[in-house]
Structure formats: structure tokens, C-alpha cells
């Protein structure tokens, strides 16, 4: 039996024949789920296509005679460096827009289901290491009281 909260989540339900000599069937089925794509589209240099000849010949100013009016004020000295290159960036570096798509990873899990797996294969493997059964299942019992 699975249990799910919306109608038409699972699809393609068979029970098909126990692993080894268990007697729990396999269960194989479809689930239908939603997942957000979250495309978002993301703007950065193209450095390939910038012209770096014209920037260097736009950023050769005389320094320290603009910024030495502000005396001695960072603040605002930085705010000037920063607004004359990122002008002189724009107009030598193109720009180039990508999407990015966040999903191309998968759907995280909860630290507890990812113990419960971690659990399941440390007990998969304990089993196929010994073939006792009755091993395995007094560790589980132990572990879940």
C-alpha cells in the first residue's frame, strides 16, 4: 500500500517477485510529482569580446589629480573609481545573458531520510556480509525502541 496526498501520484503500480529468499514483495511504480523550475537568467562579462586596448585607454587618467580633491575622503574617492570604471567596463566588456537552471540538481532531503538510507545500506550491507537475517533484525529492533 502506498500513501499519498494527492490523487493520480503514482501510476503503474506492480508488485513483482521478493529479492532473494525474503518474503517482502518489490514494489515498482511511477510517481508523478511537481517540481518548480526556476530559470533565472543571469548577466555577466563576456571577456572574450572585450576590448582591452580601449579600456586601458579609457582607465589612463591622471589619478591622483581627481581623486587628491576629495582630500583624503575614501568614501567618496572609491565611489568615483568605482563609477568611471564600471563606465569604462561597459563600454569596452560586452555583456552576455544566460539561464541558469536550478533544478539540474536534485530536490534536497532532510537530514533524517538521509540517515534512514544511510541506515538502510549500512544494514543491506551488514546482510550481504553474513546472510543472517536474524542479525539484522535485532539491530533494528534495538534501534528503533
Known sequence: ????????????????????KSD????????????KKDLSTMSRR??????????RKELDIKWNLLLDQLHGDAESQFKIFQEISVAAIDRCIPSISTQS???KYRPSMDKDIRALI??????????METQDINNIMSTVSVKTK
Not at 517482502?24 to 517540481?35: D, K, P, Q, R
Open 1 to 20: 500500500m502506498i500513501f499519498t496526498y494527492e490523487d493520480g501520484m503514482v501510476a503503474n503500480l506492480e508488485t513483482m517477485a521478493p529479492l532473494g
Open 24 to 35: 517482502h514483495a518489490v514494489i515498482s511504480f511511477e510517481l508523478n510529482s511537481y517540481i
Open 46 to 55: 563576456n571577456y572574450n569580446k572585450g576590448d582591452s586596448v580601449r579600456l
Open 101 to 103: 537552471n536550478i533544478n
Open 118 to 127: 544511510r541506515r538502510k545500506h549500512h544494514l543491506w550491507t551488514r546482510y
